[in-house]
T-cell receptor, first 115, second 113 residues
Framework: EAGVVQSPRYKIIEKKQPVAFWCNPI?????LYWYLQNLGQGPELLIR????????DSQLPKDRFSAERLKGVDSTLKIQPAELGDSAVYLC?????????????FGPGTRLTVL | GNSVTQMEGPVTLSEEAFLTINCTYT??????LFWYVQYPGEGLQLLLK?????DKGSNKGFEATYRKETTSFHLEKGSVQVSDSAVYFC????????????FGAGTTVTVRA
C-alpha cells in the first residue's frame, strides 16, 4: 500500500514569491492534516480536513496561507507571498478518521527554504 | 494547554547500549501518549502508544509506560542498533474525541557501530 505522497521534496524560493505544496493521502483516508515543522521543533498542526471540509484551520495564518482539498482526496497548501520565516518542513498526514483517534500516517515532507 | 517536554539531544550511543529518552507532559483530562520516530529522509512513523495509565506500549524492542503519577512516558530500549539512529518525538492527544497531536521538540539519537 502506498503511503502519503508529497511533492516537491525540496523547494527554494526568494521571499515574496508564491509557493505550493501537494499532498496525496493514503487511499480511503478521509482525514488529511497539514503540519508545520520548524527546525529543532516538533510538528504543529496548521489545518485538518474531513473529506473536502476544513474542520480546523485555527492555526493557519490566513493572511498568506491557503489550502484546498478539492474532491476530498489530494490537497494543496499555498503560501503567497513567502517570508523568510516560512522556511521549514511542511508535513502532510492522513488518517481513516472517525471520532476516536486513528493513527496518523505522515508523508516525508517538503523542505522549504526562503532566501 | 497541552504540552510535551522531552529530553534534549543529541544523544550518541554505542551499539548494544541502553537508551532512555525522557518525556513528561502537561494535559487536562486523560490523554493518550505516543512515541513517533523519524528515520533519515523518511516521514514520521508511529513507534508505540499507550492510551491509559499504567499501559505499556512496545514495538521493535522499544518500551514506554504511561505513568500518570509522574506525568511521564519515557522511552527505553535495552540494546540499540545502528539502525535505531533517528529522531524520536513524544506526543499526546487529549482524551475524548480530540485529534490534535501535540509534539515534543524531538530527540536526535545516533548509534555508532
Amino acid at each position: 500500500e502506498a503511503g502519503v505522497v508529497q511533492s516537491p521534496r525540496y523547494k527554494i524560493i526568494e521571499k515574496k514569491q508564491p509557493v505550493a505544496f501537494w499532498c496525496n493521502p493514503i487511499s480511503g483516508h478521509n482525514t488529511l492534516y497539514w503540519y508545520l515543522q520548524n527546525l529543532g521543533q516538533g510538528p504543529e498542526l496548521l489545518i485538518r480536513y474531513e473529506n473536502e471540509e476544513a474542520v480546523d484551520d485555527s492555526q493557519l495564518p490566513k493572511d498568506r496561507f491557503s489550502a484546498e482539498r478539492l474532491k476530498g482526496v489530494d490537497s494543496t497548501l499555498k503560501i503567497q507571498p513567502a517570508e523568510l520565516g516560512d522556511s521549514a518542513v511542511y508535513l502532510c498526514a492522513s488518517s481513516s478518521g472517525g471520532i476516536s483517534y486513528n493513527e496518523q500516517f505522515f508523508g516525508p515532507g517538503t523542505r522549504l527554504t526562503v532566501l | 494547554g497541552n504540552s510535551v517536554t522531552q529530553m534534549e539531544g543529541p544523544v550518541t550511543l554505542s551499539e548494544e547500549a541502553f537508551l532512555t529518552i525522557n518525556c513528561t507532559y502537561t494535559a487536562t483530562g486523560y490523554p493518550s501518549l505516543f512515541w513517533y520516530v523519524q528515520y533519515p529522509g523518511e516521514g514520521l512513523q508511529l513507534l508505540l502508544k499507550a492510551t491509559k495509565a499504567d499501559d505499556k506500549g512496545s514495538n521493535k524492542g522499544f518500551e514506554a509506560t504511561y505513568r500518570k503519577e509522574t506525568t511521564s512516558f519515557h522511552l527505553e530500549k535495552g540494546s540499540v542498533q545502528v539502525s535505531d539512529s533517528a529522531v524520536y518525538f513524544c506526543a499526546l492527544i487529549r482524551g475524548g474525541n480530540d485529534y490534535k497531536l501535540s509534539f515534543g521538540a524531538g530527540t536526535t539519537v545516533t548509534v555508532r557501530a
